[in-house]
């Protein structure tokens, strides 16, 4: 079986300030791992994801988040946030014959003027 | 390219009932999972249909069924509607049906059970 933890449910932060928002997951096989954002009242988009390859992923809006395998982490991070990056954001797992994402609880990012 | 498209986006109905959400998958995409969001969680995976197939399922019971048509539609099920069921439900597709698939979601249909 697969779990994620995201260790943090709030995280507020101020305009411009760095951010990281942590992801933890378990799994007993390769793992895929993927960032979705949800906005208010609206659905998941893809935020970013690791299939392969470089460890270190990145967005179009800024956002990275490096694979860690060692700490089995997948943490997600953006140097300078802006107001419009207020949402929730959910980290998720897939691998093996596991074709389903399993999330985690979510962290709500707050960014304040 | 049109994206994942759900409706109703709101639905309200009693327990007992039975009701019907529908989700137009992108265009292409021959995998289509559902997912169930309950207020302050993530989603949970409830079932994948694949080629009209379903492909694998979550710990659901069997009140929850779906249908996945040629078209690249498909319908998400639940019989004998309880409160607990009242949730956002998902609806997700994919090009392929395994664990690399990306899954691009839809905006949800939000299910009240009173």
């Known amino acids: 079986a697969q779990s994620v933890t995201q260790l943090d449910s709030q995280v507020p932060v101020f305009e411009e300030a760095p951010v990281e928002l942590r992801c933890n997951y378990s799994?007993?096989?390769?793992?895929?791992l993927f960032w979705y954002v949800q906005y208010p009242n609206q659905g998941l988009q893809l935020l970013l994801k690791?299939?392969?390859?470089?460890?270190l992923v990145k967005s179009i809006n800024g956002f990275e988040a490096e694979f860690n395998k060692s700490q089995t982490s997948f943490h997600l991070r953006k140097p300078s946030v802006h107001i419009s990056d207020t949402a929730e954001y959910f980290c998720a797992v897939s691998g093996g014959s596991n074709y389903k994402l399993t999330f985690g609880k979510g962290t709500l990012l707050t960014v304040n003027p | 390219e049109t994206g994942v498209t759900q409706s109703p986006t709101h639905l309200i109905k009693t327990r007992g009932q039975q009701v019907t959400l529908r989700c137009s998958s992108q265009?292409?995409?021959?995998?289509v999972s559902w997912y169930q969001q309950a207020l302050g969680q993530g989603p949970q995976f409830i079932f994948q249909?694949?080629?009209?197939?379903?492909?694998g399922r979550g710990n659901f019971p069997p009140r929850f069924s779906g249908l996945q048509f040629p078209n690249y539609s498909s319908e998400l099920n639940v019989n004998a509607l309880e409160l607990d069921d009242s949730a956002l439900y998902l609806c997700?597709?994919?090009?392929?049906?395994?664990?690399?698939?990306?899954?691009?979601f839809g905006p949800g249909t939000r299910l009240l059970v009173l």
């Open positions: 997700a597709s994919s090009l392929e049906a395994g664990p690399r698939g990306t899954q691009y």
């Open positions: 799994s007993s096989v390769s793992v895929y």
């Open positions: 265009s292409g995409h021959n995998t």
């Open positions: 690791y299939l392969s390859g470089s460890t």
């Open positions: 249909y694949y080629r009209e197939e379903e492909n």
